[in-house]
């Protein structure tokens, strides 16, 4: 990159961290918002979220990877036309997109007590956090772990389709089981990959109060990118989540295929308030985009982050963490998603994430 181009890339960065500060501080200032219930049956809620990046993996100290600043915004409306049945609507846009998508269009029904059928454009279940991926105010790290990366590929954001759910129990333990089947994948910021999909959630509590398990797979042929011909695309997901007291703990361990790259990914995270509105977190991951080379930079990253999420107000929240890297794979995918050649990268490096998040 040449000497101008680099000055510029500066410049965005911290442009980028001086507008993310000004947002804190008049969000902080700012009166409480609340969700708007149009009437009994219909309601509005909406979430906004800033976040800026500065990252080190580029030797020259050009950045790169998740270098820069990006931001979300989103309105959901839901309409409960009946006890039974309610219809969801999500509209969202982010620095990505070239025009607002719909994130959520889906017609939930009630078939009894403990039963219930989605129909349409559903959050693909998946994991522990994949309801929460883009709801940063939700998750205790304003990064998400390596399993949800968009750059990977393993859970996208949403399935179009049905999802039957069915609440039960297990050996005297309460339980959820999830199937569904669909005609599509959605990624984050892209276009419906289209292809036949199947797969399930199971969820389910154990005697050790606070603690529950989760196995997550599915199967799809559908195309890596648009346009592009259908192959073969699976994942299963082993998690855990423990909450002692005030602590939480979570890991998951996840394989999957996507053409000919066999993928793994293990995350383990702990988080515990520091105060009444102060949580701090750590969390300790590893990806590998190709198991039959590890231990390769280019396919090989591991991160250490050490986080806190500061409830500003019951609506308003702030996100600071540092991360330090080892290997360099999901920049690489990145680098080679925007047609270029990764070169440049650097072994180990570390990134500052600023997020600031609001939602009513």
């Known amino acids: 990159m040449d000497r101008s181009g680099g ?33 009994e049956q219909l309601s509005l809620h909406g979430y906004g979220n800033f976040t800026a990046v500065h990252s080190g993996v580029q030797s020259s100290g050009q950045g ?5 600043s990006h931001h979300d915004l989103s309105l959901l409306g839901t309409w409960r036309f009946t006890d039974r049945d309610r219809v969801w609507l999500q509209l969202a846009t982010n620095s990505e997109l070239a025009r607002p998508r719909v994130d959520w269009l889906m017609y939930d029904r009630l078939l009894d007590a403990r039963t219930a059928l989605h129909l349409g454009q559903v959050r693909l279940p998946f994991g522990l956090d994949n309801m929460l991926r883009d709801i940063e105010s939700l998750r205790r790290t304003a990064s998400r772990p390596f399993l949800y990366d968009e750059d990977l590929g393993l859970a996208d954001e949403a399935v179009r389709g049905v999802v039957l759910e069915r609440e039960t129990q297990i050996a005297g333990q309460g339980a959820s089981l999830k199937v569904f089947a669909g005609n599509a ?7 419906p990959l289209p292809g036949p999909v199947l797969g399930g959630h199971l969820q389910v509590e154990t005697p050790l109060p606070g603690l529950r398990l989760a196995v997550s797979g599915y199967h799809a042929r559908v195309p890596p990118e648009p346009d592009e011909p259908r ?10 989540q423990w909450q002692p007291a005030s602590w939480t703990w979570q890991a998951e361990w996840a394989r999957g295929r996507i053409e000919d790259h066999a993928l793994q990914t293990f995350y383990l995270s702990a988080s515990h308030p520091l105060g009444e509105r102060v949580d701090a977190a750590l969390r300790i991951e590893r990806v590998q985009t190709d198991r ?12 250490l982050v050490l986080g806190l999420a500061w409830a500003v107000t019951p609506v308003i929240g702030v996100r600071l963490e540092w991360q330090r890297h080892r290997g360099h794979a999901l920049p690489l995918l990145a680098a080679q998603e925007a ?9 180990r490096w570390s990134s500052t994430v600023l997020s600031v998040n609001a939602m009513f």
């Open 185 to 191: 994948l959605v990624p984050d910021a892209d276009r």
């Open 7 to 39: 000055e510029r890339q500066r410049r965005g960065r911290g442009l980028a961290w001086r507008v993310a500060v000004a947002w804190a501080a008049g969000l902080v200032l700012a009166p409480g918002v609340q969700a708007h219930a149009i009437s």
């Open 64 to 68: 790169g990877g998740e270098q820069n």
């Open 339 to 347: 047609g270029g050649d990764g070169s440049g990268l650097r072994s």
């Open 231 to 240: 192959s073969g695309k699976h994942a299963w997901a082993l998690s855990a």
């Open 292 to 303: 039959r080379q590890p231990r390769q930079d280019g396919n090989d990253q591991r991160r």
